[in-house]
């Protein structure tokens, strides 16, 4: 995926001795390998926080605030910004982001529709869930809300999600062989749902879940349904 462009301001920083491939961090790390490696440590703590405290249970509805928490807990020990909303208009292969002022409105109204609509997630078949998943993620994706992390954050949130109904973890397919290509599907995926097309969207999460569902059985040493077969 491509490189991100932001404006000006301390999140629109680069460390310096990075040729400008690291933000501006608390840690002075100037290796975009290391980096990524911290960014990932820190995302699998906060994410078994979360599962061991149960502080998301099936009977939670996700709110702004949480997200904005979710993301301080997870990024909070790097980057001074965690957890605030972005204060810089951002870019991505061309695509235009909404602008910075109206990140908390739209946040707001994210809050009021989509996930007062769609949580706690509410046991039912599962196009119906991958449907809920699909309209969250796209929204909050478009919104992108904070200056790193949203799809990150937004997957972190799918994730808690589909534990709400009982799910295990959605397996996304973008570690080892043909990830390069699921990332290009994601990816589509995403920018369709921009649209409000969420067809892609739902099966790529279909998909994701029944690969979840087949590494859960696995691991209890159970034989995989057809339905995981297919």
Known sequence: MSRYNAGTGIEGEYEPGSRRKVLKNLLGITSKM??????????????DRYYDSE???????ITADLLKQMHRDWLGGI???AGSYRTVDMSKGGFVFPPAFLVEANMERFEREALAAHTPLRPG??????????EVHAELLLIHPFREGNGRLARWL????AAQVGLP?????FVG???????????????????????ELESFFERALRAGLAVERKAR????SKTEDS
Do not use: F, H, I, N
């Open 34 to 47: 290391e980096m990524d490696r911290v960014e990932l440590d820190a995302l699998q703590a906060a994410q």
């Open 55 to 61: 502080a998301v249970t099936a009977k939670t509805g």
């Open 79 to 81: 980057y001074e910004w």
């Open 125 to 134: 078949p599962l196009p119906d869930v991958c449907r809920s998943l699909a």
């Open 158 to 161: 799918a994730e808690l999600m």
């Open 169 to 173: 973890a959605p397996e996304y397919g």
């Open 177 to 199: 062989s043909g990830s390069r290509r699921m990332r290009q599907v994601y990816l589509r995926a995403v920018q369709l749902g921009y649209r409000q097309d969420y067809a």
């Open 221 to 224: 040493g159970e034989a995989p």
